[in-house]
């Protein structure tokens, strides 16, 4: 599933070439990706036609354009969701879901959604413009300006839950996802299941700082493209894959110790880490129950 860095790719890339835009006309291909507006396919492509799209902002995982009239349409991607910029002449994608037809600033141009498996999709969502109320339990991300660090490192302490279990809820932090939590678990040497308030302040800081770095270096290199299913608008795939030290590399060798990186199942998905630089931890101490009190 495309992450921060991804969707960021994706984000700026319909800033540049949308933005400004006149919806001429909508086509739902498929009715599914728009399934969670209650207008349904006709009632969404009827209320888009003639609005502006203003701008192309992001939360976590979420994109959202603003409208004109202060609604937004809201899109996630899900797992192999698109937004593409295509001149009408292209040929329709195999798994074209939703075609914008554009005017004004993107004369000639179409916004396509492509979604090969669909569980992606996008909504209209009413006064979203500054933020759609649909995703704002959402936490901000490391990469916003206004993400209190100390907050975050106080929340993580408090709890007994693994850290990682902890990167990826996005109450809590948002667009950090299995990827990107495992190569800043590598480089901060910590173990997945490290017990929240097992943690220093200082070492969930550093963590926080290697999420940061490790998702700016994926975003200056387009994100991270394991196969065709992510691209930017311009189709273009992404190659942080070939940076990876932890994430999809098991059974090489660790790139700081040599030892094999190793691979187990975790919430449905996988955890990559080296079990050397990264031991897990150690049991909790089970406190005794006290003896009863003696009678005689």
């Known amino acids: 599933m495309p992450e921060l860095p991804e969707v960021e790719v994706v984000r700026a890339g319909l800033e540049r070439h949308v933005v400004g ?3 001429r006309a909508v086509e739902v291909l498929h009715e599914r990706p728009v399934r969670r507006d209650p207008r349904g396919a006709a009632g969404f492509a009827a209320a888009l036609t003639g609005r502006t799209l203003v701008a192309a902002r992001r939360r976590g995982k979420y994109l959202w354009l603003p409208l004109d009239d202060g609604d937004a349409v809201l899109a996630h991607l899900g797992m192999s969701g698109q937004l593409l910029v295509q001149p ?35 909504a209209i969502s009413p006064g979203g413009a500054e933020l759609p109320g649909e995703i704002a339990h959402i936490a901000r991300d490391p990469l916003d300006p206004l993400f209190d660090d100390d907050a975050f490192a106080a929340r993580v302490r408090r709890r007994t839950s693994g850290i990682k279990r902890q990167l990826l809820d996005q109450t809590l932090i948002s667009g950090v996802g299995n990827i990107y939590a495992d190569e800043a678990l590598w480089r901060a040497r910590l173990h997945g299941e490290r017990p929240g308030d097992r943690l220093t302040r200082g070492q969930v800081l550093e963590l926080l700082g290697h999420a940061r770095d490790v998702m700016t270096d994926a975003l200056a290199q387009g994100g991270t493209s394991f196969d065709a299913l992510y691209v930017n608008v311009n ?38 880490f080296c079990p050397a630089c990264q031991p897990p931890p150690r049991a909790r101490r089970r406190t005794a129950a006290p003896r009863p009190a003696s009678r005689g």
């Open 21 to 23: 835009a006149r919806i």
């Open 88 to 122: 009408p002449q292209a040929p329709a994608e195999r798994h074209l879901r939703v075609r914008f037809v554009l005017d004004g600033a993107a004369e000639g141009r179409e916004l396509r959604f492509v979604d090969q498996r669909m569980f992606g999709g996008l």
């Open 235 to 272: 189709g273009e795939s992404g190659y942080f894959d070939r940076s990876l030290h932890a994430y999809g590399q098991a059974d090489r060798p660790c790139d700081r110790c040599s030892t094999p990186i190793r691979r187990v199942a975790f919430m449905n998905r996988s955890s990559y």
